[in-house]
Nanobody
Framework: QVQLVESGGGSVQAGASLRLSCSTS????????MGWFRQAPGKEREFAAS????????NYADSVKGRFTISRDNAKNTVYLQMNNLEPEDTAVYYC????????????????????WGQGTQVTVSS
C-alpha cells in the first residue's frame, strides 16, 4: 500500500550535482527507515545511503561517501539524496526504499530488508 514517488533524475556532466526526491502519502512515514539504492547498467542493485526514522543518523556506501548526502523531511514525507561531484560511475537507476521499523536509531543497507520501493529514476553522468 505504501507508494514512493521519485523525482529529480536526469542527465548531467561529470562534476555536476543532482538532488533526488522521494515522497509518499503514507501517514507513518516517520516510522520508516529510508534508503537509496542504485542499479548501474549490467550490474546488480547496490546500497547507496540510508537514514534513520528521525533523520538523526545516516549510513553510506563507500562509493558515495563524501559526495552524497541523504536527508529527510518528515513534515513533507520526503527523503532526499543530494548527489555532488557526480562521476560517470554514478550512472544508474536510483531507487528509494522504505522499511517499517519502530527502532529510532538504525539504518538499513540490506535491500532484502526493505518493504517498499519506488519506481526508480534514471541518473546519467557523462564525462
Amino acid at each position: 500500500q505504501v507508494q514512493l514517488v521519485e523525482s529529480g533524475g536526469g542527465s548531467v556532466q561529470a562534476g555536476a550535482s543532482l538532488r533526488l526526491s522521494c515522497s509518499t502519502s503514507e501517514r507513518a512515514f516517520s516510522s520508516f527507515v529510508m534508503g537509496w539504492f542504485r542499479q548501474a547498467p549490467g550490474k546488480e542493485r547496490e546500497f547507496a545511503a540510508s537514514i534513520t526514522t528521525s533523520g538523526g543518523a545516516t549510513n553510506y556506501a563507500d562509493s558515495v561517501k563524501g559526495r552524497f548526502t541523504i536527508s529527510r523531511d518528515n513534515a513533507k514525507n520526503t527523503v532526499y539524496l543530494q548527489m555532488n561531484n557526480l562521476e560517470p560511475e554514478d550512472t544508474a537507476v536510483y531507487y528509494c526504499a522504505a522499511k517499517l521499523d519502530f527502532r529510532p536509531y538504525i539504518t538499513e543497507n540490506q535491500q532484502r530488508n526493505y518493504h517498499y520501493w519506488g519506481q526508480g529514476t534514471q541518473v546519467t553522468v557523462s564525462s
